[in-house]
């Protein structure tokens, strides 16, 4: 149980504070570079984002079910605010999914073919739905942190 839930919490904290760190320091550092500047340096960025997510993706609910069933006793056993965990990341990682399959992958191709300004369009597409799972991943913390004082 130690270790399961210690990685549920190092993948829960790399996914969301590297969102963290895109939006909030990465994104207004970079909106005074040029477009083609701009856009290389996100592109490289996602690059390197990207697995570390789809790790997280995998880690979370392997580690979280493995929990529920060998450590909490099973669904019944569990307080509303693991539930809501539960139904929060799965949300998350649909969003995830999404950017993923309809933006980050065309942005990369856009990015190798040189076609700046549509790389441009999936990268704000793709910060939009950081931005939600930014907030939902946010909310889980605080939700899970304080759900047990409810």
């Not at 060998?70 to 990682?93: E, K, S």
């Amino acid at each position: 149980m130690p270790i399961a839930f210690a990685l549920h919490l190092v993948a829960a904290m790399a996914w969301v504070g590297g969102m963290t760190f895109a939006l909030l320091i990465l994104r207004p550092a970079a909106g005074t570079l040029d477009m083609p500047t701009r856009v290389g340096l996100w592109s490289r960025v996602l690059n390197r984002f990207i697995p570390l997510v789809w790790v997280a993706v995998i880690t979370l609910p392997a580690t979280g079910y493995w929990m529920i069933f060998h450590g909490f006793g099973g669904f019944a056993a569990l307080g509303m605010h693991m539930h809501v965990m539960q139904v929060a990341g799965w949300l998350m990682i649909g969003l995830f999914l999404l950017a993923f399959l309809r933006d980050f992958l065309p942005m990369r191709r856009m990015v190798r073919e040189l076609l700046i300004p549509e790389a441009g369009l999936y990268i704000e597409r793709l910060r939009r739905i950081m931005q939600v799972n930014l907030v939902l991943g946010l909310l889980l913390f605080a939700v899970v942190g304080a759900g047990r004082y409810w």
